[in-house]
């Protein structure tokens, strides 16, 4: 096992929309190489909770820290060169790219030859270019697409395109992926090979934070698991605790009674 490093941490964050208050002093850590979940009813607050980490929202108040860095003010596309890489919940793929384009797209954007410098030095460029595509095309096989490579994002299955937005994500070479709802209309079969390749990612040295429904893949997958309701976080632990946990088990079941 490779030595444990905090990459992120959340200090009493809060996030108010208007009068909404969606996530509530809310303090978690996630670990280099961890698999963490983060659960909770409808509208607790998981979503939100994604955008703050990702920085497509700033906090209302409360500290987002990376690697010991505080993060609050910095927007998404500079927290993306630091490690930090979402999926989104609805699908958001460039529909006339193949699968293959799609992710080599993402991978262009970690290019390391400047614009300029490619006219210039076009050897060298194109260099970099074949190793983008081998990079690419190990992305994409990676979770599981390598037989449809050429086809367009927009022909392939639902499940698929979810697949596609994890590889696409990885390009960026993140060090902490952030999965929002992975298992999104996946039948059984597509999420046991969703959790295999949750498991993969972990192996290659990620940590992944997911947020999802499926209470299977959550406890297959996570070591540990943090609950939210109403925005605010009331339990955190092991897949084992928080299945035993009474509000939880309130929180979920609350809303049938
Ligand atoms: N941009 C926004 N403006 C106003 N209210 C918002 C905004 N985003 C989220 N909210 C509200 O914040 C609360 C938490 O929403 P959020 O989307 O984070 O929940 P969630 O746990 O992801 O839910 P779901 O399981 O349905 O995806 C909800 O009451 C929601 O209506
Ligand atoms: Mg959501």
């Known amino acids: 096992m490779p030595?444990?490093?905090r990459l992120l941490t959340l200090n009493q964050v809060s996030k108010n929309f208007g009068g909404v208050q969606a996530v509530k002093n809310l303090s978690f850590d996630v670990n280099s190489n961890e698999i963490v979940?983060?659960?909770?009813?409808?509208?607790?607050?998981k979503s939100t909770?994604?955008?703050?980490?990702?920085?497509?929202v700033p906090p209302s108040s409360g500290d987002i820290v990376w690697r010991n860095q505080n993060v609050n003010k910095l927007p998404i596309g500079q927290r993306v060169p630091l490690g930090l890489a979402r999926t989104f919940q609805t699908t958001s793929l460039l529909a006339e790219f193949s699968v293959l384009e799609q992710v080599l797209t993402a991978c262009h954007t970690s290019y390391r030859v400047s614009p300029w410098r490619s006219v210039l030095r076009l050897k060298e460029a194109r260099v970099q270019d074949a190793e983008q595509?081998?990079?690419?095309?190990?992305?994409?096989?990676?979770v599981g697409l390598g037989d449809v490579a050429h086809d367009l994002t927009s022909t392939i299955s639902s499940a698929q395109q979810r697949l596609l937005m994890i590889a696409t994500a990885m390009a960026?070479?993140?060090?902490?992926?952030?999965?929002?709802?992975?298992?999104?209309?996946?039948?059984?079969?597509?999420?046991?090979?969703?959790?295999?390749i949750?498991?993969?990612?972990?192996?290659?040295?990620?940590?992944?934070?997911?947020i999802e429904h499926h209470m299977g893949l959550i406890m297959e997958v996570?070591?540990?698991?943090?609950?939210?309701?109403?925005?605010?976080k009331i339990a955190e632990g092991k897949p084992e605790e928080i299945q035993r946990d009474s509000a939880v088990i309130e929180a979920y079941l609350g809303g049938v009674h």
Request: hydrophobic share 45%; charged share 30%.
């Open 172 to 196: 960026a070479e993140p060090r902490l992926i952030l999965l929002d709802e992975p298992a999104a209309g996946m039948v059984a079969k597509e999420r046991k090979e969703l959790a295999e």
């Open 3 to 5: 030595e444990q490093e």
């Open 198 to 210: 949750i498991l993969r990612i972990r192996k290659r040295g990620l940590a992944v934070l997911v």
């Open 133 to 142: 595509r081998a990079k690419a095309q190990e992305l994409v096989e990676f």
């Open 37 to 45: 979940g983060l659960i909770g009813p409808n509208g607790s607050g």
């Open 222 to 232: 996570c070591e540990r698991i943090v609950v939210l309701n109403f925005g605010e």
């Open 49 to 56: 909770s994604v955008n703050l980490i990702s920085g497509a």
